[in-house]
């Protein structure tokens, strides 16, 4: 099992036996230790677990332990002591859980690797404290959606390096609709994900906007020899009013959409979007407004809610809306 290979566990239970009995001896925890952590262990490795609580500068617990020759057995001397004053609380405990089984989903990307063992060592921590019998099992109280690993997540680490030496990149890339792949040259900015699909976001020369490029339609990726001077530029603002990932030039509008009571009741604890605001709420209509740069991923929203939602204005985006039903409808005819 994992857990063998990380001391915790035991930590915790020589901890307990120490406060709650005037001494142990190292049999007894050997026995204990096996019994509830269903891992094989020898006496040796007890008595070195008990060296490193009481001197390793890094646990930093220096516990009072001290060695009772009459009884050949460990006790504390001080009473009082106890490393869950170094641990965690409950409701930290919880939380742990719900962030490393948050992560766990992103494990598999290369990007990530390095913190495979800080999750599984977070998973086995929380399954012991919590009196779990196995990770799986865990997997009942907490189960996150499962995010399909795709082409192109491959090139993370190598973006994330680029970024953080602001160095430029160079690749090849594929537009939808097109077999030639076109050589750019990007200062990249951030990588952002939408919808389980990353992008990497940046600066191209002779463009005055950011450009965006979707990573499964990226290949021969390399990071060049040139540094650029990175721009302050706030991409929490540029996101502000988009729908996903395309940012269109136009200026933001106000949209106004009538949604059935049903569908309002789930649009009030998960908003369609973070510009939303309530205009009518009663039992004949939900209705909202939402400040919005409208673009496919837009009205990809809106004709997800079939026909719980009525646009009602502004009138050109009421006559798309017409346009794309019309369309929509003849593939039925």
Sequence with gaps: MAISKHPFGRYQVIDRELGRKNWVKTKELKEIIE????INVSERMINEDINAMK???LLGYLAPIEYNNT???YYYSDRS???KAFGLKEGDIAALMFYAKTINQYKEYEVFEDFRNAIEKVLDAVTIRKGISSK??????VQTENTQKLSGSEL???IVKAIDSDSMIEFKYQKFGEFA?????LEPYILKEDRQRWYIVGKVKGHEHPVTYALDRIKSLKILDIKFTRIDFDFDKYFMYSFGITVTREKPILVILSFTPYQGNYLKTLKIHHSQEILVDDDKEFRISVMVK???EFYEKIFGYGDSVKVISPPEIVEEMKIKSALVSKLYQ
């Design 35 to 38: 019994e509830e952590l269903s």
């Design 55 to 57: 001197n390793d500068p």
């Design 71 to 73: 009884e050949k057995a």
């Design 81 to 83: 002591y106890t490393i």
């Design 136 to 141: 799986e099992h865990a997997k009942l109280i």
């Design 156 to 158: 993370i680490p190598i």
């Design 181 to 185: 792949y076109k050589l750019t040259k």
């Design 294 to 296: 409208p673009s496919w």
